[in-house]
């Protein structure tokens, strides 16, 4: 496996691997919910890239940018381990100029849920796969589910720029206990990881009603609320695939999405319905 720092490398790499390339991005920390996506793109493609860059400008002023979990040792031995053919890890002088064009996320799609608490995330998460997506080449790109609303809006700027590649959404992977693997979790001691798992447990509350023939989305949110006192809960949300809320649960088009904050650290779930 190849360890890349230059986009002028990445190219020559692509250049020399330009037929069917898969692409993982990610911004390292890896963990075994990155690692089912690795796996799927090392399967599926002749040639795997995962990029371990942390985008400063996805981050917003006070979060947790300086601190956001760090391990390129052990990134590496996971992507070589795992058949990846090489690794990007930029500094982001590589990638960002002083006058480049700026891309903003669509508002109806960018503006809610985790947009509306982090205003120009998305537009921050747009600006980095658009150079990577063009210094890749890639033909299908892995995501994860977890980050439903980013995914949905990445999909959408694939389709109105019409970029030649796949957007393949991946499920979300979980600890034994449920919670879902995230690089934040790094940020929990034991304590506060039993409290996360509220998340997780208002979600099952979510499907279990559901099952039960509960259609009534305030109804569920409701009960979700329930579950997931006493955290600090940014949101209950329950959308189409659009993320416009709705009154009523719509098999296979619904997405529960849940943020809610344990001690100072911001964690996201869901569950498409």
């Given at each position: 496996?190849?360890?890349?720092?230059?986009?002028?490398?990445?190219?020559d790499f692509v250049a020399?691997?330009?037929?069917?390339?898969?692409?993982?991005?990610?911004?390292?920390?890896?963990?075994?919910?990155?690692?089912?996506?690795?796996?799927?793109?090392?399967?599926?493609?002749?040639?795997?890239?995962?990029?371990?860059?942390?985008?400063?400008v996805q981050f917003l002023?006070?979060?947790?940018?300086?601190?956001?979990?760090?391990?390129?040792?052990?990134?590496?031995?996971?992507?070589?381990?795992?058949?990846?053919?090489?690794?990007?890890?930029?500094?982001?002088?590589?990638?960002?100029?002083?006058?480049?064009?700026?891309?903003?996320?669509?508002?109806?799609?960018?503006?809610?849920?985790?947009?509306?608490?982090?205003?120009?995330?998305?537009?921050?998460?747009?600006?980095?796969?658009?150079?990577?997506?063009?210094?890749?080449n890639a033909k299908r790109?892995?995501?994860?589910?977890?980050?439903?609303?980013?995914?949905?809006?990445?999909?959408?700027?694939?389709?109105?720029?019409?970029?030649?590649?796949?957007?393949?959404?991946?499920?979300?992977?979980?600890?034994?206990?449920?919670?879902?693997?995230?690089?934040?979790?790094?940020?929990?001691?034991?304590?506060?990881?039993?409290?996360?798992?509220?998340?997780?447990?208002?979600?099952?509350?979510?499907?279990?009603?559901?099952?039960?023939?509960?259609?009534?989305?305030?109804?569920?949110?409701?009960?979700?609320?329930?579950?997931?006192?006493?955290?600090?809960?940014?949101?209950?949300?329950?959308?189409?695939?659009?993320?416009?809320?709705?009154?009523?649960?719509?098999?296979?088009?619904?997405?529960?999405?849940?943020?809610?904050?344990?001690?100072?650290?911001?964690?996201?779930?869901?569950?498409?319905?």
């Amino acid at each position: 496996m190849q360890i890349l720092r230059t986009a002028e490398q990445l190219r020559d790499f692509v250049a020399a691997n330009p037929e069917d390339i898969g692409f993982v991005p990610t911004m390292g920390a890896l963990h075994d919910g990155h690692a089912s996506l690795i796996e799927k793109c090392v399967a599926e493609n002749k040639t795997a890239i995962v990029s371990t860059f942390v985008n400063p400008v996805q981050f917003l002023a006070g979060e947790d940018f300086e601190s956001y979990p760090k391990n390129e040792q052990n990134d590496a031995k996971i992507c070589e381990e795992l058949g990846v053919h090489a690794m990007f890890a930029p500094e982001a002088r590589e990638l960002y100029f002083d006058t480049e064009p700026l891309i903003s996320a669509p508002e109806n799609l960018a503006s809610v849920l985790e947009g509306k608490t982090r205003p120009g995330h998305f537009d921050g998460v747009l600006r980095v796969l658009n150079k990577l997506f063009n210094l890749t080449n890639a033909k299908r790109v892995y995501m994860g589910k977890k980050d439903a609303q980013q995914l949905l809006i990445v999909r959408n700027f694939v389709k109105t720029c019409f970029l030649n590649l796949e957007i393949v959404p991946c499920e979300i992977v979980r600890a034994r206990d449920g919670l879902a693997l995230s690089s934040r979790n790094a940020y929990l001691d034991e304590g506060q990881k039993l409290e996360a798992l509220k998340l997780s447990h208002s979600l099952k509350k979510a499907s279990n009603l559901i099952a039960a023939g509960e259609l009534n989305a305030q109804t569920i949110k409701g009960e979700m609320l329930q579950t997931l006192e006493p955290l600090n809960v940014d949101y209950v949300a329950i959308a189409d695939r659009n993320l416009n809320e709705i009154s009523l649960i719509e098999p296979d088009n619904t997405i529960i999405l849940v943020a809610a904050y344990v001690g100072k650290t911001r964690l996201i779930d869901n569950l498409w319905v």
